[in-house]
């Protein structure tokens, strides 16, 4: 198995809803990322975690909670999103000491109501 | 602070056909790593190509080949006999060699679009 494996692909969610982003790989890759693409724009990253710890948080708001419960999974919890938070979540991961080369999903399209 | 910048936001190229992308960059490093990604309308972000800094032959893959010209701090990326395939955003991006973990600086991106 190599790749990353986001679901949902689509999501749609209310402002009050709370729902979660998944992201799965078994490739033995230690460090996960989730970055952060609104339309028509680079990504940009929101959270990197090394061996399962949070390692960077680029000042991210706290209506998202990252979450790596073990060194296959990271999820991304959403809560009291705001219609501006309309992007795509990709998430990625590395081998722990080769951040060069960075794998990525397919990502979630998410969209806030 | 490293920047990177594509100047062309939109390019067209006819099938077989070759084209290069630009992306030129501005950093005090001096080890760090270049790529291209291509993001076609899956919105999945894929390797094109990597270079290190410190290797002075340009990168191939496939169709695919950099011109890196480390003083000038530019990174092109050429792409040879062009096939439908190739319609994506490109988008030239900058890593710091030993600096954070997966901290990417991306270019804008250029819209390609391979014409039959």
């Known amino acids: 198995d190599t790749e990353v494996t986001q679901t949902p692909k689509h999501l749609v969610m209310g402002m009050t809803n709370k729902k979660s982003l998944k992201c799965e790989q078994h490739m033995g890759h230690r460090a996960m990322y989730w970055y952060k693409q609104k339309a028509k724009k680079p990504p940009e990253l929101m959270f990197v975690y090394s061996y399962e710890k949070l390692s960077i948080n680029e000042s991210v708001p706290s209506r998202f909670s990252p979450e790596c419960p073990n060194s296959s999974l990271l999820n991304l919890h959403l809560h009291a999103l705001q219609p501006e938070d309309s992007a795509l979540y990709l998430c990625?991961?590395?081998?722990?000491?080769?951040?060069?080369?960075?794998?990525f999903g397919s990502g979630t399209q998410l969209s806030v109501l | 602070a490293q920047t990177v910048t594509q100047s062309q936001p939109e390019m067209s190229v006819q099938e077989a056909e070759t084209v290069t992308l630009s992306c030129t960059y501005d950093?005090?490093?001096?080890?760090?790593?270049l790529f291209w990604y291509k993001q076609p309308p899956s919105r999945q972000m894929i390797l094109v190509i990597r270079q290190e800094a410190y290797k002075q032959q340009n990168a191939t893959e496939n169709r695919f080949s950099v011109n890196f010209q480390k003083a000038a701090k530019s990174f092109s990326l050429k792409i040879s006999d062009s096939q439908l395939g190739d319609t994506a955003m490109y988008f030239c991006?900058?890593?710091?060699?030993?600096?954070?973990?997966?901290?990417?600086?991306f270019g804008k991106g250029t819209k390609l679009s391979v014409k039959p």
């Open positions: 991006a900058f890593m710091k060699h030993g600096g954070s973990q997966g901290n990417l600086i």
């Open positions: 950093t005090s490093e001096n080890n760090y790593y």
């Open positions: 990625a991961s590395s081998q722990g000491d080769r951040v060069e080369k960075l794998l």
